[in-house]
């Protein structure tokens, strides 16, 4: 290979090539791509996959090829990890997008790999970018060259792989989960940014509150985060300052920083704010406090698991739809992310607080577990005990129980609770909703098997 650790593409691939590892650090490259790092030691985050002797760190230091899928949101560092891979000088490396190429793409790649391995040259590693776009056809034309090692696979998705890749191939592959940066990764990634040589060596004033900002609106995403800051510091050249504030950042970003500390009271305030808007009903507030929690770069999965919650803990069998819907956007968020999820978090947002409201379920429960924690804990009635194992009737369990679905009624009446707590109303429906119609039902219930 003429020019070792480049991104090597065949003439007749439609594949855009990556940038190589010279070319990434001229001046004119965009920052995220000069302050990708040189070696694993940079690499910010991701701590769980660096210990030595991991597939991740033979698969960059070339000590065993095997093939590998990075699965991780975005800015996590897929990408970095393939340009890592790229500066080998002992291997091929060439690069795919799933975006414009296809089987004939796939195959030319796999047949020019067969021969220059043939012909005694490098092992050919193949790095395909958003391998979940690919269909199952052009998955499966992968298979046999991994099988065989003609190619060595590095393929990079933010897509559940479980969902998104074939289980051939994805059996054959070694997968490696990516973790979402922290505020912490992230702010250090700005902090280097600044200072290093390959980014303003130290020639940009960055304000606190303006990194702040930075990282708050990355969310997670390196990528995101210093294309930021390359905006604002351009801002800053055509104003002839070195100095970026948060009034330049803003600007860069079109976005206003939100007093929003997701550590701290702006946290607690806005979530309990959304909550309280969906209790009162008012669908509008809870979705502006939706929006101020997703532009102020809030966990989704944060989000989501308050409205799985109040689901239960505030419409409860009013609705009993609720918790569906909330159950549903709670698992779009884990396998769509933001931006996408946002709507369907809105979606919640609105059913829920438009939904009539019942905290009978919530109220049951509590009075039960504090009933239990105060002692009231009597036998269990021996009718219902485990008749099955043997002894069991000699003990008399199981003993006069009447089957419900032997009544035309499909209920009996019976004893159930202890003696302790025998009459107590846990559960008490309210007249909203679908709950006026079981309150009634349950009327009928409880008469019947309490004997009322």
Known sequence: MDNPGLFDTPSDSTSTPEPSSASSDSADAPLAVRMRPANLDELVGQQHLLAPGSPLRQIVEGRQLMSVILWGPPGSGK??????????????????????????????????????????????????????????????????????????????????????????????????????????????????????????????????????????????????????????????????????????????????????????DGHYDISSALIKSLRGSDVDAAVHYLARMIVA????????????????????????????TATAAATAVERIGLPEARINLAQAVAHLATAPKSNAVIVAVDEAVSDVKSGLVGPVPSDLRDAHYRGARNLGHGEGYRYPHNDPRGVVGQQYAPEVVRGRNYYRPTRHGEEAALADRLSKLRRIVRGE
Do not use: W
């Open 79 to 264: 990408t970095t990890i393939a340009n890592l891979v790229a500066r080998a000088d002992d291997r091929r490396f060439q690069s795919l997008s799933a975006l414009n190429s296809g089987v004939k793409d796939v195959r030319g790649a796999i047949e020019e790999a067969r021969r220059i391995r043939r012909t005694g040259g490098p092992q050919t590693i193949l790095f395909i970018d958003e391998i979940h776009r690919f269909t199952k056809t052009q998955q499966d034309s992968l298979l046999s060259a991994v099988e065989d090692r003609t190619i060595t696979l590095l393929a990079a998705t933010t897509e559940n792989p479980y969902f998104s890749v074939v289980g051939p191939l994805l059996s054959r592959c070694v997968l490696l989960t990516l973790h979402e940066l922290n505020d912490t990764d992230v702010a250090n990634l700005v902090e280097r940014a600044v200072s290093d040589p390959r980014g303003f060596d130290g020639a940009l004033e960055l304000g606190d509150d303006a990194a702040e900002h930075l990282v708050r609106m990355a969310a997670g995403d390196a990528r995101k985060a210093l294309t930021a800051l390359e905006a604002a510091a351009a801002t800053a050249a055509a104003k002839r300052s070195t100095t970026v504030d948060l009034s330049l950042v803003e600007s860069a970003l079109d976005t206003a920083a939100l007093r929003y500390d997701r550590s701290g």
């Open 297 to 324: 770069g809030e966990d989704p999965r944060f989000i989501a698991r308050r409205l799985v919650i109040f689901a239960s803990e505030d419409v409860g069998l009013a609705d009993p739809s609720a918790l569906q």
